[in-house]
């Protein structure tokens, strides 16, 4: 049984940095795509960033410059850097992936979802 778990998430003060990590486990070969969602209080979850098993990646806007999404093929294992964290960066951040050759930051799109690891921004 496919199995991901978060861990990295808590609270640092704006400017501060945090490392997301994730470990997929149970998936017969590893996922072609992983990405980072989060989902702040009465917002709906939105993409953060994917990379693809190949180290192609994609980011959204908001955080562009600021995380690096990476990769451990070899241990299924999915980080993701944050630095220069702001306040709106508050939310749950959930791990996700999909075995399909097709990466977007759509959360339909994606079929193995993490139990998200929480990140507080303090101004």
């Known amino acids: 049984e496919e199995l991901i778990v978060e861990s990295g998430g808590g609270s640092v003060q704006a400017g501060g940095s945090l490392r997301l990590s994730c470990t997929a486990s149970?998936?017969?070969?590893?996922?072609?795509?992983m990405g980072w969602f989060r989902q702040a209080p009465g917002e709906e979850r939105e993409g953060v960033a994917y990379v693809t098993s190949g180290g192609t990646t994609r980011y959204t806007d908001y955080v562009k410059g600021r995380f690096t999404i990476s990769r451990d093929n070899t241990k299924n294992t999915l980080y993701l850097q944050m630095n220069s964290l702001k306040p709106e960066d508050t939310a749950m951040y959930f791990c996700?992936?999909?075995?399909?050759?097709?990466?977007?930051?759509?959360?339909?799109?994606?079929?193995?979802w993490g139990q998200g690891t929480q990140v507080t921004v303090s101004s």
């Open positions: 996700a992936a999909r075995t399909s050759e097709y990466c977007t930051l759509w959360t339909d799109d994606f079929h193995f």
């Open positions: 149970g998936f017969t070969r590893s996922p072609y795509c």
